[in-house]
């Protein structure tokens, strides 16, 4: 009863338009004081605890680091990179757009923020070299949702705090632990480069089936010259998934320390940002995160209320009784969350999704490092369809087109992430293998 | 009828199956007994409804009336005496330990937590602590440049530094993995934490040095205690008394097994430090509660002390 | 006066979010220096330079003496003030994101309700969330708290909540003016506060069709 209530508070709230942020606090605010007696003054002191907590902190430091790489010429010299490496096979320079994007997300956490770099470089070259526009916004688009799949990775970190400390039960009564921010970055690596595959291969295939445009094969000083140019950018993935591995840093002290090196690499290498401009990308860079951040606190808030009406566990019990068996699950967690991705974007549908069915997903059987990629993935093909998809909207942007336009264009490569989806959601070993070939 | 009960949410940290998981679970058991159901005890383990940053200040507002937190979280409160049961080797043994915790300097501590409004009910052991790295650590010199996982404590970081170690503060929920990754080379924990993390499968040498000691109290909110009726109070107090007994001995049973499963596992090297090395050891850390003596008072350093008898 | 207001609150989050990304390189970078010293004092030990294994050792300590054990907990301090007053900038940058398929559909003079209606509810819960967080803070004040490795007083550390939800509630009310005024929400442009030349123009452009963009009423007619 009081799941229905307060989901149908949070829904009527939410469709006003009102922010995410303010939707929850105030459905919160509002059954805490009229139905329950938890005194109402825990909830500014949720409000601070809720981001008191170290790995939250990654996000701020890899949004930084995002915004010193996107607009600091790494993006160009990592599509230079790919160019001389694959430009001269079918699909030239969406080969290219497809692996820039994959390299790309190695040094930044978001989807769209990928989209933007690779994109906003690659596709006006792409429309010069002959390409229909269309296949050039279908192949950025995608690829770039592998932004938050290939670590860094913004929604795994929201992911990790939003399960953080959970114990639950397993179907065998064993205690499961919550997925770590660095088991869920390990994950990510096979799935994201399989991911990249596929998009390869469908970009491969409808360039060679249409005859699109082949660049003249780069010689091997052409290559290390690109690569030479290159290097500070790929370096820093061997910074974040390197220091991450060897233990040298924490995740969030990898963020921070990207963000040190993206700094120095984006004002002092390739000079592409003066000093001047730092204030401005600090202070965007505190804009972006500190939005983020209050939807953390506030969808904290919200899964404090869920637990304290016992809510997670009652649904579970509920789907256990109803006989329901974890690959059933597994597809109403995957129809959930598409249909939520029509609606809000990543962060807030993990913040307020997770909490809620992970404790169900332990108790199927389901591993939470394996649950958290699948959720990711989901996130990933939610960006890229209507009415609301964040890369959908930026590619938009860059390419002038209309979003109807635009759905039709991605299409081929969207099927291809469905795919993908149904493989990663049954075959857990793609997301497993790595961290436990590490022994994590 | 139900909604005539006095509801008691006791909430923790750590899992049910833990000895103060168990503990509690006790005490719900006894206090709706002793109580003749007049009191509803709700027991929410693993931070479920507030995190170990939190609870203490869910208890002062009323949101929860029941915790158990370790002893070292009374510092930040304000009440700095209570560090002195993170000093290096101040407890000779358990009966030592007991003398204080279940005789009046337990009590005198307990009472400087009254003006914040929090009564203190009983002391419940975790066990003492042994010192674990991927190293052997015999004697100061192997601490030189390792990087020890510590709670937030002043003592505790003084502890390190005084072996010559670098103290890292860390929360215990992301000690496995830095330990497994080489964030932090090594930390100290009674044997039944360190088991139940798994933490020897991710260090290589341990030694049995039980330097220190890791205990919590369980408190109640005082405005809250105070209102009950004397009878039901009566009846809590019994079941604390028994609930408190069972926990020791569990922690205690499930440290020694802990200890016997960790050799038995051979994934540690476990070291017992020569009578030379221990005295080494004691030396090193002497200079600690010196150190410490302006913030906890010596008053209370040497009441501890006299009643502990070492 | 509120320009003044405005230029602080910009650059007490840039200055946060640059203080604590600084401070946990100096911390990182200081733990790898610590741990290749004490590499040394082995090394020479090991070799029989015991001069140069003593001048190592000492070095090792006087290294230590800089103490970095409260990063941790001050970087969290300083994100959380960042979140607090970044929360309020963002409402005057309209970065808060909202779900607005539904009543982007209705006419012009009920979409415009809609929208007075959600920026009047953000000031309530943040106006109601400042006064329940002086609360707080009050009764905090009297518990003399000190967090754990800083010994800060708590209240103060604390104080982020109300000071930020009061200052998100002004921003709040006076978006929710101007909008009665002009019938215009600020828009997030990340382009423009990037402030790079070349390319910007497509890149906030792309911004500004997000749906983390509030939408301009005006503009949607289109
Ligand atoms: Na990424
Ligand atoms: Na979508």
């Given at each position: 009863m009081s799941a229905l209530i307060i989901f149908g508070l949070l829904v009527a709230l939410m469709l006003t338009g009102m922010p995410i942020s303010i939707a929850l606090g105030l459905t919160v605010l509002s059954f805490l004081f009229t139905m329950t007696d938890v005194p109402i003054d825990t909830v500014a002191l949720k409000l601070f605890t809720?981001?008191?907590?170290?790995?939250?902190m990654a996000i701020p430091f890899f949004i930084l680091a995002g915004n010193f790489l996107t607009h600091g010429g790494v993006a160009r010299r990592m599509i230079n990179f790919a160019t001389s490496m694959v430009g001269h096979w079918h699909g030239g320079l969406g080969l290219a757009g497809v692996i820039a994007c994959a390299l790309f997300a190695a040094v930044s956490g978001s989807s769209p923020a990928t989209v933007v770099a690779i994109g906003s470089v690659i596709l006006p070259a792409m429309v010069a070299q002959g390409f229909p526009r269309q296949f050039g916004a279908g192949v950025i688009t995608t690829s770039g949702a592998l932004g938050i799949l290939i670590p860094p990775s913004i929604v795994m970190v929201m992911y990790a705090v939003a399960t953080s400390g959970m114990q639950v039960q397993g179907p065998d009564g064993q205690l499961v632990d919550s997925a770590s921010v660095g088991e869920l970055f390990m994950a990510g690596v096979v799935p994201g480069l399989m991911l990249a595959g596929f998009l390869g291969f469908t970009t491969w295939y409808r360039a060679r089936k249409y005859g699109y445009p082949r660049l003249a094969k780069a010689n091997l000083a052409q290559r290390w010259t690109a690569f030479r140019e290159a290097i500070w950018g790929l370096l820093l993935i061997v910074v974040v998934i390197g220091g991450i591995y060897t233990g040298i840093f924490t995740p969030t002290e990898a963020a921070a320390m990207s963000a040190v090196y993206a700094f120095v690499v984006a004002v002092?290498?390739?000079?592409?940002?003066?000093?001047?401009d730092v204030p401005r990308v600090l202070l965007s860079s505190a804009n972006m995160s500190a939005m983020l951040l209050y939807i953390i606190t506030n969808a904290v808030l919200f899964s404090f209320l869920m637990t304290s009406e016992n809510i997670p566990q009652t649904l579970g019990n509920w789907m256990v009784d109803a006989g329901l068996s974890w690959w059933m699950f597994l597809i109403i967690v995957n129809l959930l969350l598409l249909a939520a991705g029509n609606f809000m974007e990543p962060s807030s549908i993990v913040l307020i999704m997770a909490p809620i069915l992970f404790p169900v997903a332990v108790r199927l059987g389901i591993d939470p490092v394996h649950f958290g990629i699948m959720i990711v993935v989901n996130m990933e093909v939610g960006m890229c369809h209507p009415p609301v998809g964040l890369n959908l909207y930026v590619a938009s942007g860059i390419t002038r087109m209309g979003i109807t336009e635009l759905t039709v264009a991605v299409w081929p490569w969207l099927l291809t992430m469905l795919i993908f989806l149904l493989l990663v959601t049954y075959v857990p070993a793609i997301s497993l293998a790595l961290p436990a070939l590490l022994g994590m | 009828a139900a909604q005539d009960k006095i509801i008691i949410k006791f909430s923790h940290v750590v899992a049910p199956d833990t000895p103060k998981g168990k503990g509690a679970a006790k005490f719900e058991e006894l206090a709706e007994k002793y109580t003749n159901g007049a009191v509803d005890v709700e027991v929410y383990p693993n931070s479920q409804l507030y995190k170990d940053k939190e609870e203490m200040e869910a208890l002062q507002l009323g949101a929860v009336q029941m915790l158990a937190p370790s002893?070292?979280?009374?510092g930040p409160l304000g009440v700095q005496a209570f560090e002195v049961f993170d000093l290096p080797y101040i407890f000779a043994d358990y009966d030592a330990l007991h003398r204080v915790t279940k005789g009046e300097v337990g009590q005198m501590l307990f009472s400087k937590l009254e003006d914040k409004g929090i009564k203190g009910l009983a002391y419940w052991d975790n066990g003492f602590k042994i010192m674990s790295a991927n190293s052997p650590l015999h004697t100061t010199d192997d601490f030189l440049g390792l990087k020890m996982r510590i709670q937030s404590s002043k003592v505790l970081e003084a502890e390190m530094n005084a072996l010559g170690a670098v103290p890292q503060v860390m929360a215990f929920s992301e000690v496995y993995q830095a330990l497994q990754t080489g964030v932090v080379d090594g930390t100290e924990n009674p044997p039944s934490n360190m088991y139940t993390q798994k933490m020897n499968e991710v260090q290589t040498h341990a030694t049995v040095s039980n330097h220190g000691y890791l205990g919590y109290a369980v408190i109640v909110n005082k405005q809250f205690w105070d209102g009950l009726p004397a009878e039901v109070r009566a009846g809590l107090e019994q079941a604390m008394a028994e609930s408190t007994d069972y926990a020791n001995s569990i922690a205690r049973e499930e440290n020694e097994k802990a200890l016997e499963a960790m050799k038995a596992a051979g994934t540690t090297e476990f070291y017992e430090l020569t009578p030379e090395e221990l005295q080494a050891w004691k030396d090193a850390l002497a200079p600690v509660a010196e150190e410490m003596t302006d913030r906890i008072g010596a008053d209370v350093i040497e009441a501890v002390k006299s009643a502990s008898g070492s | 006066m509120l320009r003044l207001l405005d230029r602080l609150e910009e650059v007490l989050i840039a200055s946060l979010i640059a203080a604590a990304t600084l401070l946990i390189f100096l911390s990182v970078t200081h733990r790898y220096a610590l741990g290749l010293v004490a590499d040394g004092v082995a090394f020479f030990r090991s070799h029989g330079f015991d001069g140069l294994s003593a001048l190592a050792k000492t070095s090792y300590f006087g290294l230590r003496s800089?103490?970095?054990?409260?990063a941790q907990e001050l970087t969290i301090i300083m994100f959380v003030w960042m979140a607090k007053f970044g929360a309020a900038y963002g409402v005057r940058t309209g970065i808060h994101v909202g779900i607005d398929v539904v009543i982007n559909r209705l006419e012009p003079a009920k979409r415009k309700g809609f929208v007075l209606f959600g920026l009047l509810a953000g000031a309530l819960f943040t106006g109601t969330i400042a006064a329940l967080g002086a609360n707080f803070v009050w009764h905090m004040a009297h518990a003399s708290a000190i967090s754990?490795?800083?010994?800060?007083p708590m209240w103060i550390v604390y104080l982020a909540i109300p000071l930020g939800s009061a200052l998100m509630c002004f921003r709040f009310l006076q978006v929710a003016l101007g909008f009665l005024r002009t019938g215009e929400l600020p828009h997030h442009d990340h382009g423009h506060v990037d402030g790079l030349e070349d390319g910007v123009e497509e890149v906030g452009e792309a911004i500004l069709h997000s749906p983390l963009t509030p939408r301009d009423l005006t503009e949607k007619d289109k």
């Amino acid at each position: 009863m009081s799941a229905l209530i307060i989901f149908g508070l949070l829904v009527a709230l939410m469709l006003t338009g009102m922010p995410i942020s303010i939707a929850l606090g105030l459905t919160v605010l509002s059954f805490l004081f009229t139905m329950t007696d938890v005194p109402i003054d825990t909830v500014a002191l949720k409000l601070f605890t809720g981001i008191e907590k170290f790995e939250i902190m990654a996000i701020p430091f890899f949004i930084l680091a995002g915004n010193f790489l996107t607009h600091g010429g790494v993006a160009r010299r990592m599509i230079n990179f790919a160019t001389s490496m694959v430009g001269h096979w079918h699909g030239g320079l969406g080969l290219a757009g497809v692996i820039a994007c994959a390299l790309f997300a190695a040094v930044s956490g978001s989807s769209p923020a990928t989209v933007v770099a690779i994109g906003s470089v690659i596709l006006p070259a792409m429309v010069a070299q002959g390409f229909p526009r269309q296949f050039g916004a279908g192949v950025i688009t995608t690829s770039g949702a592998l932004g938050i799949l290939i670590p860094p990775s913004i929604v795994m970190v929201m992911y990790a705090v939003a399960t953080s400390g959970m114990q639950v039960q397993g179907p065998d009564g064993q205690l499961v632990d919550s997925a770590s921010v660095g088991e869920l970055f390990m994950a990510g690596v096979v799935p994201g480069l399989m991911l990249a595959g596929f998009l390869g291969f469908t970009t491969w295939y409808r360039a060679r089936k249409y005859g699109y445009p082949r660049l003249a094969k780069a010689n091997l000083a052409q290559r290390w010259t690109a690569f030479r140019e290159a290097i500070w950018g790929l370096l820093l993935i061997v910074v974040v998934i390197g220091g991450i591995y060897t233990g040298i840093f924490t995740p969030t002290e990898a963020a921070a320390m990207s963000a040190v090196y993206a700094f120095v690499v984006a004002v002092f290498v390739y000079k592409d940002m003066k000093l001047a401009d730092v204030p401005r990308v600090l202070l965007s860079s505190a804009n972006m995160s500190a939005m983020l951040l209050y939807i953390i606190t506030n969808a904290v808030l919200f899964s404090f209320l869920m637990t304290s009406e016992n809510i997670p566990q009652t649904l579970g019990n509920w789907m256990v009784d109803a006989g329901l068996s974890w690959w059933m699950f597994l597809i109403i967690v995957n129809l959930l969350l598409l249909a939520a991705g029509n609606f809000m974007e990543p962060s807030s549908i993990v913040l307020i999704m997770a909490p809620i069915l992970f404790p169900v997903a332990v108790r199927l059987g389901i591993d939470p490092v394996h649950f958290g990629i699948m959720i990711v993935v989901n996130m990933e093909v939610g960006m890229c369809h209507p009415p609301v998809g964040l890369n959908l909207y930026v590619a938009s942007g860059i390419t002038r087109m209309g979003i109807t336009e635009l759905t039709v264009a991605v299409w081929p490569w969207l099927l291809t992430m469905l795919i993908f989806l149904l493989l990663v959601t049954y075959v857990p070993a793609i997301s497993l293998a790595l961290p436990a070939l590490l022994g994590m | 009828a139900a909604q005539d009960k006095i509801i008691i949410k006791f909430s923790h940290v750590v899992a049910p199956d833990t000895p103060k998981g168990k503990g509690a679970a006790k005490f719900e058991e006894l206090a709706e007994k002793y109580t003749n159901g007049a009191v509803d005890v709700e027991v929410y383990p693993n931070s479920q409804l507030y995190k170990d940053k939190e609870e203490m200040e869910a208890l002062q507002l009323g949101a929860v009336q029941m915790l158990a937190p370790s002893l070292a979280k009374f510092g930040p409160l304000g009440v700095q005496a209570f560090e002195v049961f993170d000093l290096p080797y101040i407890f000779a043994d358990y009966d030592a330990l007991h003398r204080v915790t279940k005789g009046e300097v337990g009590q005198m501590l307990f009472s400087k937590l009254e003006d914040k409004g929090i009564k203190g009910l009983a002391y419940w052991d975790n066990g003492f602590k042994i010192m674990s790295a991927n190293s052997p650590l015999h004697t100061t010199d192997d601490f030189l440049g390792l990087k020890m996982r510590i709670q937030s404590s002043k003592v505790l970081e003084a502890e390190m530094n005084a072996l010559g170690a670098v103290p890292q503060v860390m929360a215990f929920s992301e000690v496995y993995q830095a330990l497994q990754t080489g964030v932090v080379d090594g930390t100290e924990n009674p044997p039944s934490n360190m088991y139940t993390q798994k933490m020897n499968e991710v260090q290589t040498h341990a030694t049995v040095s039980n330097h220190g000691y890791l205990g919590y109290a369980v408190i109640v909110n005082k405005q809250f205690w105070d209102g009950l009726p004397a009878e039901v109070r009566a009846g809590l107090e019994q079941a604390m008394a028994e609930s408190t007994d069972y926990a020791n001995s569990i922690a205690r049973e499930e440290n020694e097994k802990a200890l016997e499963a960790m050799k038995a596992a051979g994934t540690t090297e476990f070291y017992e430090l020569t009578p030379e090395e221990l005295q080494a050891w004691k030396d090193a850390l002497a200079p600690v509660a010196e150190e410490m003596t302006d913030r906890i008072g010596a008053d209370v350093i040497e009441a501890v002390k006299s009643a502990s008898g070492s | 006066m509120l320009r003044l207001l405005d230029r602080l609150e910009e650059v007490l989050i840039a200055s946060l979010i640059a203080a604590a990304t600084l401070l946990i390189f100096l911390s990182v970078t200081h733990r790898y220096a610590l741990g290749l010293v004490a590499d040394g004092v082995a090394f020479f030990r090991s070799h029989g330079f015991d001069g140069l294994s003593a001048l190592a050792k000492t070095s090792y300590f006087g290294l230590r003496s800089v103490n970095l054990v409260w990063a941790q907990e001050l970087t969290i301090i300083m994100f959380v003030w960042m979140a607090k007053f970044g929360a309020a900038y963002g409402v005057r940058t309209g970065i808060h994101v909202g779900i607005d398929v539904v009543i982007n559909r209705l006419e012009p003079a009920k979409r415009k309700g809609f929208v007075l209606f959600g920026l009047l509810a953000g000031a309530l819960f943040t106006g109601t969330i400042a006064a329940l967080g002086a609360n707080f803070v009050w009764h905090m004040a009297h518990a003399s708290a000190i967090s754990p490795d800083l010994e800060l007083p708590m209240w103060i550390v604390y104080l982020a909540i109300p000071l930020g939800s009061a200052l998100m509630c002004f921003r709040f009310l006076q978006v929710a003016l101007g909008f009665l005024r002009t019938g215009e929400l600020p828009h997030h442009d990340h382009g423009h506060v990037d402030g790079l030349e070349d390319g910007v123009e497509e890149v906030g452009e792309a911004i500004l069709h997000s749906p983390l963009t509030p939408r301009d009423l005006t503009e949607k007619d289109k």
